[in-house]
């Protein structure tokens, strides 16, 4: 073989391997690129999780009040087409809390002092 063919083909493989190495480089950056995209969507999608389960916890003490209110709209409700008060609440102290005919509310008996 002749030394300008050996000449042309180390210099052919040298481009090849040039050209392969700067291919490997890119793409190895490339998949850094990617991996950290992945961290970053890893973190908000944690960040939009634990907003989710706050806003699920915000929406279950808001049912809970409504659960209250109605129920309090009921004894009010009742109250008024019964004409009698009605009970909504005695704690244990024995004071009692009672919705009466026109509306309002009447709180009924004395808290234990002691």
Known sequence: MSTQLKTY???LMTTVTCISLFWA???HHWALELQQDLVNEQAKST???QQLES???ELKQWRELEKK???LRDKHQKALS??????IHTDADGVTTLATPSGG???TGAPLEG
């Open 9 to 11: 083909l180390l210099a």
């Open 25 to 27: 480089i890119d793409k």
């Open 47 to 49: 960040q939009q999780q």
């Open 55 to 57: 806003l699920a916890g």
């Open 69 to 71: 209110r109605q129920a």
């Open 82 to 87: 019964s004409g009698q008060p009605q009970v």
């Open 105 to 107: 509310i009447k709180i």
